[in-house]
């Protein structure tokens, strides 16, 4: 019998694995695709000598994250790679709005074009350098997080006090307008937020943006080098090493109970595994209302369970070039991530319309360069690039009159036609370049990750109200189920969506700690 057994090689299944056999646990990680990774992948299926991130590409999470870190998976063969510049913002007018890892440079830009906006940028860099490192500390462990928190409280006083938290609470929008009188950093400040799923007049949305635009101010957004999968491939290496097995291309069809304690799990041959413990990389629904039988379920979570919400879904398109984007005007230096938005007006109703379950006509793009930012992608000369927006999970309304929704091969292809057609707009023969495209709609991502439910990239909502103690569902807020020995490792858990670690290693810790007391 293994000590345990995780259900999902995703980088959360990975990060859990790993800390239990640290702990010298047995632990045996099953996967149900062929491959490992989740979302975090490769592949060179778009054009021969190209290499396209399946799902995610960017990670400044996982480069700020202190799991991730405390693994040390450089001594296990990852390497990170970055573009001369972190994110550029490509306006319908031709003019850039950048952001590079030098914050000096970064406010110098952002004066240049509005006088005064250049220290309010390091103003906000300066209340980051005094909460920053809490701040992501109280985000990445279980909750309720006492000792960041308390580290936190005590440095806000000397940050600014209650009105750095107020500025914190603010929608994105207002604190743009609150901070800044230039349209460069509020595009650069709500286009991070809009990586999420909050509303970008909505409160949490602030906090959001300033995560994502300080982690580029400082870690900058790495990629892997050679693909996101490196990523995984590390985790995975680093785990074997410490006597770890991974099982791929085998379904796990149900979390096996004795009384209310976890047995193991029974395989989709009927065959099944004993366990001490279960730790679960998958979707809250997937493990409630699929791997555990409905009458060990308790009618509060039932209910509860009924009202999970998912994140929008997603369109990505991937594209193989043969030169580089020919941006109407090149931005100063070249960008690995690049947003495309008229503006952050734009941008906030963009979202706004998917979250009312319609198709924007002008969708709101984010987009990586991917062999700007690490040469290795494809051959000399060319490019490797991709762009995904998010889009309802039930669409009753397309802005453009033209789709329905039902996301077959003829509407994802128009709609990607659709998100071209923003490039093309600021890159001018764009379309003359594309040796090949790739478009990858709900059911494909869902297909290719069981997890991505809907396309849903983020295991649930991250607005507030299915946030902290409401995540996954009131009640439920830490790693603990109500089944002993069965721990939720997935994003669906707190803090959520991001390849950081946190969710497994929090369920990995809970684990060690029940083993502690007898549990």
């Not at 239990?20 to 490769?42: F, K, M, N, T």
């Not at 998976?73 to 030098?102: I, N, S, T």
């Not at 060990?296 to 580089?324: I, N």
Request: charged share 20%.
């Amino acid at each position: 019998m293994d000590d345990a057994i995780v259900v999902g090689a995703g980088p959360n299944g990975l990060v859990a694995a790993n800390r239990l056999a640290d702990a010298g646990w047995s632990v045996l990680v099953i996967e149900q695709q062929p491959e490992i990774g989740g979302a975090v992948r490769h592949d060179s299926a778009v054009h021969p000598g190209f290499v396209h991130d399946t799902f995610s590409s960017f990670y400044p999470l996982a480069a700020a994250s202190p799991v991730m870190r405390a693994l040390e998976l450089e001594r296990w063969g990852l390497r990170w790679r970055h573009a001369p510049a972190v994110l550029g913002h490509c306006f319908d007018d031709g003019r850039w709005a950048m952001q590079v890892r030098d914050r000096e440079a970064t406010a110098q830009r952002f004066d240049d074009e509005h006088r005064g906006d250049g220290d309010a940028w390091l103003r906000l860099c300066d209340l980051w350098d005094r909460v920053g490192d809490d701040l992501i500390g109280t985000l990445f462990t279980s909750f309720p997080p006492v000792r960041k928190g308390l580290g936190l409280l005590r440095r806000l006083p000397r940050a600014g006090g209650t009105e750095s938290v107020r500025l914190l609470a603010m929608p994105v929008t207002q604190l743009a307008r609150t901070c800044f009188g230039g349209r460069g950093p509020a595009a650069v400040l709500a286009g991070n937020a809009a990586h999420a799923d909050i509303p970008l007049d909505a409160p949490g949305s602030g906090l959001m943006g300033v995560l994502m635009t300080m982690l580029g101010q400082t870690v900058g957004y790495p990629v892997p080098s050679g693909g996101a999968g490196e990523l995984t491939r590390a985790l995975a290496r680093r785990f074997e090493a410490s006597g770890g097995r991974i099982v791929r291309g085998t379904a796990v069809a149900a979390v096996e109970l004795q009384g209310r304690r976890v047995a193991g799990v029974r395989l989709a041959d009927g065959s099944r595994i004993a366990a001490r413990r279960v730790l679960a990389d998958v979707s809250a629904p997937a493990l409630y209302d699929r791997l555990l039988p409905p009458s060990s379920l308790p009618p509060r979570v039932r209910r509860a369970m009924a009202t999970f919400q998912w994140d929008p879904g997603t369109v990505k398109v991937d594209w193989a070039l043969d030169r580089g984007v020919p941006w109407s005007t090149m931005p100063a230096a070249a960008p690995g991530t690049v947003h495309v938005a008229d503006s952050a007006g734009e941008m906030t109703a963009s979202v706004a319309q998917v979250a009312a379950g319609v198709l924007p006509a002008s969708p709101f793009l984010l987009a990586g360069q991917m062999s700007t930012t690490d040469p290795d992608r494809s051959p000399r000369g060319t490019e490797s690039m991709w762009a995904y927006t998010h889009v309802p999970q039930r669409v009753h309304e397309d802005a453009a009159g033209e789709l329905t929704g039902r996301w077959d091969h003829d509407e994802l292809e128009r709609f990607a036609d659709r998100m071209q057609a923003r490039i093309e707009a600021r890159a001018p023969g764009f379309g003359t370049r594309v040796l090949a495209r790739r478009v990858l709609g709900p059911r494909e991502l869902e297909a290719r990750d069981a997890n991505l439910v809907g396309g849903a990239i983020g295991g649930g909502t991250q607005q507030l109200h299915q946030q902290l103690v409401f995540r996954p569902i009131p009640g439920l807020a830490r790693p603990e189920t109500f089944v002993r020995g069965l721990y939720l490792a997935s994003s669906s858990a707190h803090p959520g969506g991001g390849v950081h670690g946190a969710p497994g290693d929090n369920a990995a810790r809970a684990a060690l700690f029940h083993a502690r007391l007898g549990r």
